[in-house]
């Protein structure tokens, strides 16, 4: 005989329609995804806007600086000897160095042989039968100390070293990978020498320096000109944050 379960059995079984797993998992997956999406955003955001902000201090204080010089205001600096119709445009600090060599060093072997000099006295010489091999050739730090960018030249002013490079000998200019180390060819010299700067300095240095030379060929308002126009147009390239994904 036949027995109904559900009258004897006073709990009911209850199953979740097996469907619904899946759609659930879906949904916690996409607003994973969403949330790993708007992090990575966000942080993509806040790099450009601080390389962007960065850019427009930079500018803006070449701004300043070059309309100081238009109005004949300059850095309180009464230690250079200005030549006519000079005047300082920026000071800083760093490092001078120049071309060099590292010490020279001895290679090879060495020997040596006993030299009577009276009687139960011997004296022992030594002789050399290896080569002196030169100095690696490089750039060797000499000094540090002021820096000086004026309209006419760029000045290095320390306790041992004091150095110019006046734009009209002025070569090349290059810098390093880390964007802090500066050479600079000159054609009354055969060594090349530059400046490092510190991080902070460098970038500084690096536009105030290009903008100075412009200023050298082209004069300072074309160069208060052509810095109005970088800062327009960079405040139309300011960084948005933009988020595809939403989350639940």
Request: aromatic share 8%; proline share 4%.
């Amino acid at each position: 005989m036949a027995t109904d379960l559900s009258k004897e059995c006073p709990y009911q079984i209850h199953t979740r329609p097996r469907h619904n797993r899946p759609v659930a998992l879906s949904s916690f997956f996409a607003n994973l995804k969403a949330k790993r999406a708007a992090k990575k955003a966000e942080q993509n955001y806040q790099q450009q806007l601080t390389q962007w902000e960065q850019e427009e201090q930079i500018l803006s204080s070449a701004l300043t600086l070059f309309k100081n010089a238009a109005e004949g205001k300059e850095p309180n600096d009464q230690s250079l000897v200005q030549k006519d119709g000079e005047f300082v445009i920026w000071t800083g600090n760093a490092i001078f160095h120049e071309a060099g060599r590292t010490p020279s060093r001895y290679s090879g072997r060495s020997a040596g042989r006993p030299v009577p000099i009276v009687a139960g006295i011997r004296v022992r010489v030594r002789s050399h039968g290896g080569t002196l091999r030169p100095g690696e050739a490089m750039q060797v730090d000499k000094d540090q100390g002021f820096v000086k960018l004026t309209n006419q030249r760029l000045i290095f002013a320390g306790s041992l070293e004091t150095t110019e490079w006046a734009f009209a000998k002025i070569l090349s200019v290059a810098k390093d990978e880390t964007g802090n180390d500066f050479l600079i060819g000159v054609s009354n010299r055969k060594k090349t020498s530059g400046l490092r700067f510190s991080k902070a300095d460098a970038q500084l240095f690096a536009r105030i320096f290009a903008m100075t030379l412009y200023s050298y060929e082209e004069g300072i308002p074309a160069t208060i000109n052509a810095i109005d126009k970088e800062l327009l147009q960079l405040k139309t390239e300011k960084p948005v944050l933009a988020i595809e994904s939403k989350t639940e």
